[in-house]
């Protein structure tokens, strides 16, 4: 099990602004697929989005329209995840994760690892 830990979530108003922000102690994010997954009460877990190893391209559901970006800092070794227009749906425990087999796993959030979780709740 790979240690992952996230921070930055908490209370924004709709159409507000958050960055989420993940440490890996212990290992190298680089060498691995990572990402992020968010899990709403009484929904199933969710990929919101993966940045590959190899290349660094990434993955996003479709549902978020656009509105997060993923970025990987390798000399920190640190990701974050900007999330961008909130909206009340996007309101979940958003969770930091690692070593999918590829990114194009990402609707079925098949990751091997995650952190504790953060929780982002949008609303005025």
């Known amino acids: 099990q790979l240690q992952l830990v996230e921070s930055g979530g908490g209370l924004v108003q709709p159409g507000g602004s958050l960055r989420l922000s993940c440490a890996a102690p212990?290992?190298?994010?680089?060498?691995?697929?990572v990402g992020w997954f968010r899990h709403a009460p009484g929904k199933e877990r969710e990929g919101v989005s993966c940045?590959?190893?190899?290349?660094?391209?990434?993955v996003y559901a479709d549902s978020l329209e656009g509105r997060f970006t993923i970025s990987r800092d390798s000399a920190k070794n640190t990701m974050h995840l900007l999330m961008d227009s909130l909206k009340p749906e996007d309101t979940a425990v958003y969770y930091c994760a690692a070593d999918i087999p590829g990114c194009e796993w990402l609707p079925l959030a098949d990751f091997h690892s995650w952190g504790q979780g953060t929780q982002v709740t949008v609303s005025s």
């Open positions: 940045i590959s190893s190899s290349d660094g391209s990434t």
């Open positions: 212990g290992f190298t994010l680089a060498s691995y697929n």
